[in-house]
């Protein structure tokens, strides 16, 4: 089943690309500029979004499972 939604996902962005030609096609080469200059910066800001989340997601499993670790620990007085 996840074969099905790489395949889906692969074809929406084949879409998305040849959308992106197209619009290119009909614009000015000043303006067609510009929008490779945004979508550079759109690409870096999702990698770097991308990378900020799974980093914060390592994080939290680091600090769920060093409170499961101590978790069952009890201080005991002796005396």
């Excluded at 600090?63 to 670790?69: A, D, R, W």
């Amino acid at each position: 089943m996840k074969a099905i939604h790489i395949e889906i996902i692969e074809k929406l962005i084949e879409a998305k690309k040849l959308e992106k030609e197209a619009l290119m096609m009909l614009l000015p080469q000043k303006m067609q500029r510009h929008l490779e200059v945004i979508s550079k910066e759109l690409k870096d800001m999702a990698c770097e979004y991308i990378s900020d989340l799974a980093l914060k997601q390592d994080t939290q499993k680091s600090t769920e499972q060093n409170e499961v670790k101590t978790h069952g620990v009890k201080k005991v007085d002796i005396g």
